[in-house]
């Protein structure tokens, strides 16, 4: 793959977006920038603080876990995603659209899991075309029951 077809190094273009805005670099800043970068789904503050608790050579304070993700959330360049049970995750929004995805949740066990599908792009730009709206962004969210929590409750139902 080429230079010019690669994605952005979305940890580069944050870092820019956020010395951009003013704020100095930090480690607290970079661990969490680090951490989003290298993730496919979203984390919720909790999940970011745990694995850089695994992960870090030093633990980073929940209060600057939560100060980051807000500093990246003003400046768009993470999504938060409502997942329902008063969970928040948030992910990085790639400038391009490179990983965009929508998310499964079951609503027993918390698991979210992404998708992508050409055919609901497809169609969300049909109904913004329709009603002559110019969509800026979306997320999609459907709640269910995973593979596991639907097997287990079809167990339950029956025996």
Known sequence: MSDELAPPDWAAHAAERLAGAGYRRGGARKAVIDLLAAQACALSAFEIEEALKRTGERPVARASVYRVIDELEQLKLIARIDVGHGISR?????????????????????????????????????VADRVAFDVAEHEIVLHGSCGDCGRRRRRQLIG
Do not use: M, N, Q, S
Request: charged share 30%; with cysteine.
């Open 90 to 126: 948030y992910e990085a929004v790639h400038p391009d659209g490179h990983h965009h995805h929508h998310h499964l949740v079951c609503d027993d066990c918390e698991k979210v899991i992404p998708f992508a599908d050409d055919e609901l792009e497809r169609t969300i730009h049909r």
